[in-house]
């Protein structure tokens, strides 16, 4: 079992395991952003080297917002000044990882994040926010490293060569997989590109993949790999029942039940269980810990009502859009599938697209598409998610579950989002707003 935490201690300018020009009028920081708009009395700001801007440019910014101290190499006050600040910024991570008794890696082509919350709860571990990025994951390994308590990192990529980068920042115990599936494709380029990338998080001391993803981590190629899950895996949850409200399993003689949870959630708790079991935590306080978890907005939020909304609107790829609809068909009165573009497929989107959208049809009841690959998607297509509104509005009643998913386009303009069909957030808003307001027909 690990010692409870206590007070985080300071990160302190003045004793770094790097070489630097410290100013003295340098002060502790509680801990570290990229983002200048997050600078803090609390919160230090690490200029660091963007695809547009440097983090230079902010500084001023940052020491305006009472920033402790700046990592930069620029001469200003309450400076620490280096050659690099991201070779800095990466040297101090892996210092403080090396300090931590237990660090779970985690990717895959969908569910890295739910994945993430149940195995932070069954270990009462520290875990990422939802950014992953490289800076991201240094800042958070620099805050956290130190700590008495596990830490669960979700370690994404998008370009080949990426998951090696992370390994050697990270340097997981437990290496995870949680599925593989066309995601990045524009950049990954094949499914195989996808496996053998993701599967460098299985260099870890453990291995493990989840029950879709083992087919492509056979213990002949990867020795040691287990697989989790519910079917033929190594560690097998059973008897898992799944409704609307609750998705009920046994681990052993265990038995777990998650609120609002459907299939993905409750293999993500049965790697909670399985990770609990490696360090000696009890199954009994891991489960009760893991029926709390709360998501993100867009993370697979069911939000009961007069009808019911799963907000799945952060992301979407093929792999996770069928299994958001295999979700969807749990619940009973009327199906409604509203899905918008998924990005980054490269050359066989529209084909990928298409397969989405029949499973949808099969699914569902009714189907909605919205942006450049509308009618692939549903059966009711719009060109912009305002039309898509509006319609879905006069549907919509009582009894009525509707499943809301689609790509993020986080670069995109709102005007771009809602000719692309992405970025659906706003029509979970609307429903909800609906739903509130009582401008919805009776069953």
Same mark, same amino acid.
């Given at each position: 079992?690990?010692a409870?935490?206590?007070?985080?201690?300071?990160?302190d %300018?003045?004793?770094? %395991? *790097?070489?630097?020009? /410290?100013? %003295?009028?340098?002060?502790?920081?509680?801990?570290?952003?990229?983002?200048?708009?997050?600078?803090?009395?609390?919160?230090?700001?690490?200029? !660091?080297?963007?695809?547009?801007?440097?983090?230079?440019? *902010?500084?001023?910014?940052?020491?305006?917002?009472?920033?402790?101290?700046?990592?930069?190499? !620029?001469?200003?006050?309450?400076?620490?000044?280096?050659?690099?600040?991201?070779?800095?910024?990466?040297?101090?991570?892996?210092?403080?990882?090396?300090?931590?008794?237990?660090?779970?890696?985690?990717?895959?082509?969908?569910?890295?994040?739910?994945?993430?919350?149940?195995?932070?709860?069954?270990?009462?571990?520290?875990?990422?926010?939802?950014?992953?990025?490289?800076?991201?994951?240094?800042?958070?390994?620099?805050?956290?490293? &130190?700590?008495?308590? @596990? +830490?669960?990192?979700?370690?994404?990529?998008?370009?080949?060569?990426?998951?090696?980068?992370?390994?050697?920042?990270?340097?997981?115990?437990?290496?995870?997989?949680?599925?593989?599936?066309?995601?990045?494709?524009?950049?990954?380029?094949?499914?195989?590109?996808?496996a053998?990338?993701?599967?460098?998080?299985?260099?870890?001391?453990r291995?493990?993949?989840?029950?879709?993803?083992?087919?492509? *981590?056979?213990?002949?190629?990867?020795?040691?790999?287990?697989?989790?899950?519910?079917?033929? /895996?190594?560690?097998?949850?059973?008897?898992?029942?799944?409704?609307?409200?609750?998705?009920?399993?046994? *681990?052993?003689?265990?038995?777990?039940i998650? %609120?609002?949870?459907?299939?993905?959630?409750?293999?993500?708790?049965?790697?909670? +269980?399985?990770?609990?079991?490696? /360090?000696?935590?009890?199954?009994?306080?891991?489960?009760?810990?893991?029926?709390?978890?709360?998501?993100?907005?867009?993370?697979?939020?069911?939000?009961?009502?007069?009808?019911?909304?799963?907000?799945?609107?952060?992301?979407?790829?093929?792999?996770?859009?069928?299994?958001?609809?295999d979700?969807?068909h749990a619940?009973?009165?009327?199906?409604?599938?509203?899905?918008?573009?998924?990005?980054?497929?490269?050359?066989?989107?529209?084909?990928?697209?298409?397969?989405?959208?029949?499973?949808?049809?099969?699914?569902?009841?009714?189907?909605?598409?919205?942006?450049?690959?509308?009618?692939?998607?549903?059966?009711?297509?719009f060109?912009?998610? @305002?039309?898509?509104?509006?319609?879905?509005?006069?549907?919509?009643?009582?009894?009525d579950?509707?499943?809301?998913? &689609?790509?993020?386009?986080i670069?995109?303009?709102?005007?771009?989002?809602?000719?692309?069909?992405?970025?659906?957030?706003?029509?979970?808003?609307?429903?909800?707003?609906?739903?509130?307001?009582?401008?919805?027909?009776?069953?």
């Amino acid at each position: 079992m690990f010692a409870s935490l206590g007070v985080m201690a300071m990160l302190d %300018p003045f004793a770094l %395991p *790097f070489a630097a020009t /410290v100013s %003295p009028d340098a002060k502790r920081a509680k801990r570290l952003t990229w983002d200048s708009r997050e600078a803090s009395p609390d919160v230090a700001f690490v200029a !660091l080297a963007g695809e547009k801007m440097h983090g230079n440019q *902010f500084v001023r910014q940052a020491l305006d917002a009472g920033a402790p101290f700046v990592l930069t190499d !620029l001469d200003v006050p309450r400076s620490v000044r280096v050659p690099d600040a991201q070779a800095a910024l990466f040297e101090w991570a892996r210092h403080e990882r090396a300090k931590n008794a237990f660090v779970v890696g985690i990717t895959g082509s969908a569910g890295k994040t739910t994945a993430k919350a149940y195995a932070a709860a069954a270990l009462d571990a520290h875990y990422m926010p939802v950014y992953n990025t490289m800076p991201a994951i240094a800042c958070f390994l620099v805050q956290y490293g &130190a700590s008495a308590r @596990p +830490l669960v990192v979700e370690m994404g990529i998008d370009r080949l060569g990426e998951m090696a980068e992370l390994m050697d920042l990270v340097r997981p115990d437990v290496g995870v997989v949680t599925t593989i599936g066309p995601t990045h494709l524009e950049q990954l380029g094949s499914i195989e590109n996808i496996a053998r990338e993701k599967g460098g998080i299985l260099q870890a001391g453990r291995k493990l993949v989840g029950s879709q993803a083992a087919p492509y *981590f056979p213990p002949s190629e990867y020795e040691g790999v287990e697989s989790y899950g519910f079917g033929d /895996v190594t560690h097998a949850g059973h008897d898992l029942e799944i409704t609307s409200e609750v998705a009920r399993f046994a *681990f052993g003689r265990r038995r777990v039940i998650l %609120p609002l949870a459907a299939k993905v959630q409750a293999e993500a708790a049965v790697l909670g +269980l399985v990770l609990a079991q490696q /360090v000696g935590i009890a199954l009994a306080d891991a489960a009760v810990r893991m029926s709390s978890v709360n998501v993100p907005a867009g993370r697979y939020r069911v939000l009961l009502g007069r009808y019911t909304v799963i907000d799945d609107a952060y992301n979407a790829s093929p792999i996770a859009v069928r299994a958001a609809l295999d979700a969807l068909h749990a619940h009973t009165g009327r199906r409604i599938s509203v899905l918008g573009r998924m990005l980054e497929l490269g050359p066989t989107e529209r084909e990928l697209h298409a397969e989405v959208g029949d499973y949808a049809r099969a699914q569902a009841d009714l189907t909605y598409g919205v942006g450049e690959f509308a009618r692939e998607l549903g059966d009711q297509a719009f060109a912009t998610v @305002p039309e898509l509104t509006a319609a879905l509005l006069s549907e919509v009643r009582d009894g009525d579950t509707v499943l809301i998913k &689609a790509s993020r386009g986080i670069s995109m303009t709102p005007e771009q989002r809602a000719s692309a069909g992405v970025g659906l957030d706003t029509v979970v808003e609307a429903l909800l707003a609906a739903r509130e307001q009582g401008e919805v027909k009776g069953v």
